[in-house]
């Protein structure tokens, strides 16, 4: 996962910020470096399908990023990162492949899993996009660990930018390359590999915008319990910005103070202008930094990250996007 935006407010992030030193930096593929963050003590334990938030100290300012931990989850002395290149960010990705050098101090939060793997279904099939192998290769490591099947769909420009595809190889699962920039190279049809699963399979699926959307197709119908999936941004034109239209009020349940939110405003917004601080990152519903105990009120989900089931449970919701489904909400904070 990267969510390659500029964050307002970095104290804000509420982490318990953990330092780490950078012990090795490798060239994986072009493009792609991974990066091996260790710490003097033993580091939080991760699952399979968890980031976390690396604050970089660069010169304009320190930014904080989101990135996916691609390495063994048994590992507990260090953290690994897959970090590509993107030469239309805001400058978090340049400054990782152009100025951070093995021995620098950077900060991490303590890892959050909004991507979980099923670790007792029948099968798994992996979908991924570029830099979103990251996530899906500490998945594969988790199920060659236990012995379970899986396959992994490879989607890459070229075989020249296929980050950790040896490493991948190598473990006891099924490896498919589609290097769909290459002459004769058609992309992946994920509809018809969704159909081809039996109704157990598990399915996921980290990508650019235009293969989540064709997985969001493409698995319709399906048990929602079976379908997993984890975006960098949100897309272009999506409706966790779109006007709203009417305002509502929110309630603070611990301070006991109550604030408006007009249509054209988030809550996280709103409440960052009373000085309530609250963990926030991408603003785009896709982290999950800002997630927030809801104790009255329906809500109405905009994010990418929560499951059908959690927003039916109606007790938590990410305030960067998501609103109110009526007059008030009250809230944990």
Request: proline letters at 8%; glycine letters at 10%.
């Amino acid at each position: 996962m990267m969510v390659s935006v500029a964050t307002p407010d970095v104290a804000a992030s509420g982490d318990q910020w953990i330092p780490v030193s950078v012990h090795a930096r490798i060239e994986e593929a072009q493009g792609v470096v991974s990066l091996d963050l260790r710490a003097v003590q033993a580091l939080p334990a991760f699952e399979a399908g968890a980031h976390i938030d690396l604050l970089l100290p660069t010169p304009q300012g320190p930014l904080m990023r989101q990135y996916s931990l691609c390495n063994d989850p048994r590992e507990t002395h260090r953290y690994v990162v897959g970090v590509g290149f993107d030469a239309n960010g805001r400058g978090g990705s340049r400054w990782i492949h152009e100025s951070l050098t093995v021995g620098q101090t950077l900060q991490v939060g303590r890892p959050r899993n909004h991507f979980p793997l099923a670790e007792t279904a029948p099968k798994n099939v992996l979908i991924a996009g570029g830099i979103g192998v990251t996530p899906l290769l500490a998945m594969a490591r988790r199920l060659s660990a236990i012995g379970a099947p899986w396959t992994l769909y490879y989607c890459v420009r070229t075989p020249e930018r296929a980050a950790f595809l040896d490493v991948l190889r190598a473990l006891p699962g099924r490896v498919i390359p589609v290097f769909d920039g290459e002459p004769g190279v058609t992309g992946l049809d994920i509809a018809a590999l969704a159909r081809a699963e039996a109704p157990d399979t598990h399915l996921y699926c980290c990508g650019p915008a235009p293969m989540m959307q064709a997985f969001g197709l493409a698995v319709r119908g399906r048990a929602p319990d079976t379908v997993h999936q984890e975006w960098f941004a949100a897309p272009a034109g999506d409706a966790a910005h779109a006007p709203s239209d009417g305002g509502f009020d929110v309630h603070l349940a611990r301070s006991g103070h109550t604030v408006r939110v007009p249509p054209d405003r988030s809550i996280l917004e709103v409440l960052s202008t009373q000085g309530i601080e609250v963990p926030f990152a991408c603003e785009q519903g896709v982290c999950g930094s800002c997630e927030t105990r809801v104790l009255a009120g329906r809500c109405q989900h905009r994010d990418l990250i929560l499951s059908e089931a959690e927003r039916d449970a109606n007790d938590r919701m990410l305030i960067c996007v998501s609103r109110c489904d009526g007059d008030s909400l009250t809230l944990d904070l």
